[in-house]
């Protein structure tokens, strides 16, 4: 009898809820024209638009002028990264075990003139506090951190980063893509300059997202073409995303407390489970805020991609960390910056649960991981 597919890399992206698969074909019948079109059809199209760019701005508490749609969480990343650092060059400030959208454009800088300082983290992975003293603010020009990390789902505290940026008068770029639609995010309570998100996170569909931008911000541009999205972002919207996008993000609000609960009931199932079933263990992040449905779990002893390939024959479907970076063979970043030892961050793998996952599903995984990990390590001695 062949095994049914248990879902559980969230992370990666999320089953379109059938809500916003219904919104946006019925956008792609009713209000397929161009939202620029100066007709009645261009019209009910633009409607459609600011009343999506409405409900996202304030679910996120932001103002709808504040809203530039995007293709997705990486573009908003790119957009933020370099239209806020067109001057001279300096420092730009990351912190350690950034996703692939933010390290990838950053290093692009470099050829521009541009230095990194890096903000350590802890063992849990969260900032260092004490560390902010030591940055040469003097000379920064952005500082881009990452708000709830997508591989360990560790969750920092922004207050007094922001803080000082604000007083140092240097631009905030945060990475909410992994927050946005599993916690509360306020654009206006973060302090930041520009917010990154990606609709896929949380049953809304690929290939849209948007950047919230701060009133009064220069943003250079860096695609041309129309003058959409305030100058900022030119193209024709993709109305029918963006209409599945907020309903999305609707959903998420309406049902924000029994989600969460039951997320974090089953992540923390799950990881119980695999501490009994599958001793010894390492809960990376153990300690720290992190997200209700992820949990980065290392198996000592293992490696990491054998587990995950093994998996994948039991129909348990999993990662390593960022999908941005599968097929590379460095270590997770994040695990690196927290210390972690090499038999931790090799055999280390990312399970995130998503609102369609089942109790009985988790207990099935728990039984399939723990055949898994038994194999390999009777294999490994």
Same mark, same amino acid.
């Given at each position: 009898?062949?095994?049914?597919?248990?879902?559980?890399?969230?992370?990666?992206?999320?089953?379109?809820?059938?809500?916003?698969?219904?919104?946006?074909?019925?956008?792609?019948?009713?209000?397929?024209?161009?939202?620029?079109?100066?007709?009645?059809?261009?019209?009910?199209?633009?409607?459609?638009?600011?009343?999506?760019?409405?409900?996202?701005?304030?679910?996120?508490?932001?103002?709808?002028?504040?809203?530039?749609?995007?293709?997705?969480?990486?573009?908003?990343?790119?957009?933020?990264?370099?239209?806020?650092?067109?001057?001279?060059?300096?420092?730009?400030?990351?912190?350690?075990?950034?996703?692939?959208?933010?390290?990838?454009?950053?290093?692009?800088?470099?050829?521009?003139?541009?230095?990194?300082?890096?903000?350590?983290?802890?063992?849990?992975?969260?900032?260092?506090?004490?560390?902010?003293?030591?940055?040469?603010?003097?000379?920064?020009?952005?500082?881009?951190?990452?708000?709830?990390?997508?591989?360990?789902?560790?969750?920092?505290?922004?207050?007094?980063?922001?803080?000082?940026?604000?007083?140092?008068?240097?631009?905030?770029?945060?990475? *909410? !893509?992994?927050?946005?639609?599993?916690?509360?995010?306020?654009?206006?309570? &973060? +302090?930041? @300059?520009?917010? =990154?998100?990606? $609709?896929?996170?949380?049953?809304?569909?690929?290939?849209?997202?948007?950047?919230?931008?701060?009133?009064?911000?220069?943003?250079?541009?860096?695609?041309?073409?129309?003058?959409?999205?305030?100058?900022?972002?030119?193209?024709?919207?993709?109305?029918?995303?963006?209409?599945?996008?907020?309903?999305?993000?609707?959903?998420?609000?309406?049902?924000?407390?029994?989600?969460?609960?039951?997320?974090?009931?089953?992540?923390?199932?799950?990881?119980?489970?695999?501490?009994?079933?599958?001793?010894?263990?390492?809960?990376?992040?153990?300690?720290?805020?992190?997200?209700?449905?992820?949990?980065?779990?290392?198996?000592?002893?293992?490696?990491?991609? *054998? !587990?995950?390939?093994?998996?994948?024959?039991?129909?348990?479907?999993?990662? &390593? +960390?960022? @999908?941005?970076? =599968?097929?590379? $063979?460095?270590?997770?970043?994040?695990?690196?910056?927290?210390?972690?030892?090499?038999?931790?961050?090799?055999?280390?793998?990312?399970?995130?649960?998503?609102?369609?996952?089942?109790?009985?599903?988790?207990?099935?995984?728990?039984?399939?991981?723990?055949?898994?990990?038994?194999?390999?390590?009777?294999?490994?001695?």
């Amino acid at each position: 009898m062949s095994l049914r597919p248990i879902y559980l890399d969230n992370n990666a992206t999320t089953p379109v809820h059938p809500e916003v698969v219904e919104v946006i074909a019925r956008c792609m019948r009713d209000g397929f024209a161009n939202p620029g079109s100066r007709h009645v059809a261009g019209r009910r199209a633009r409607v459609i638009l600011e009343d999506a760019r409405e409900t996202i701005a304030r679910i996120l508490g932001a103002d709808p002028a504040e809203v530039i749609f995007t293709s997705g969480g990486t573009e908003s990343s790119n957009q933020a990264i370099f239209g806020l650092t067109s001057g001279r060059p300096g420092v730009i400030v990351l912190t350690a075990g950034e996703h692939p959208a933010t390290a990838e454009s950053c290093k692009a800088l470099l050829q521009r003139g541009f230095r990194f300082h890096t903000l350590p983290v802890d063992a849990r992975g969260l900032l260092r506090p004490d560390a902010f003293a030591e940055i040469p603010w003097s000379e920064v020009r952005l500082v881009s951190v990452i708000l709830a990390h997508n591989e360990t789902g560790v969750i920092q505290d922004l207050c007094a980063l922001s803080a000082m940026c604000q007083e140092h008068r240097v631009p905030l770029h945060v990475d *909410a !893509v992994q927050a946005v639609g599993k916690i509360p995010v306020h654009f206006g309570q &973060l +302090g930041a @300059t520009a917010l =990154s998100l990606g $609709a896929h996170k949380f049953q809304g569909p690929r290939g849209i997202g948007a950047l919230l931008v701060r009133h009064g911000v220069k943003l250079t541009p860096w695609m041309f073409g129309g003058h959409q999205e305030q100058d900022r972002r030119p193209g024709t919207e993709a109305v029918p995303l963006i209409a599945g996008m907020a309903r999305a993000l609707e959903i998420w609000e309406s049902e924000q407390a029994e989600r969460t609960a039951r997320l974090t009931q089953m992540r923390d199932a799950l990881e119980v489970g695999l501490q009994r079933l599958c001793a010894p263990v390492v809960i990376n992040g153990a300690g720290a805020p992190r997200l209700p449905n992820t949990l980065n779990i290392s198996f000592p002893s293992c490696d990491g991609e *054998a !587990v995950l390939v093994a998996l994948d024959l039991q129909q348990v479907c999993c990662s &390593l +960390g960022s @999908t941005c970076a =599968s097929g590379a $063979a460095e270590p997770a970043p994040s695990l690196v910056a927290m210390g972690c030892p090499p038999e931790v961050y090799r055999s280390a793998v990312r399970f995130s649960v998503g609102p369609e996952n089942t109790e009985a599903e988790i207990e099935e995984a728990m039984v399939r991981i723990a055949r898994v990990i038994a194999q390999a390590r009777s294999q490994a001695t």
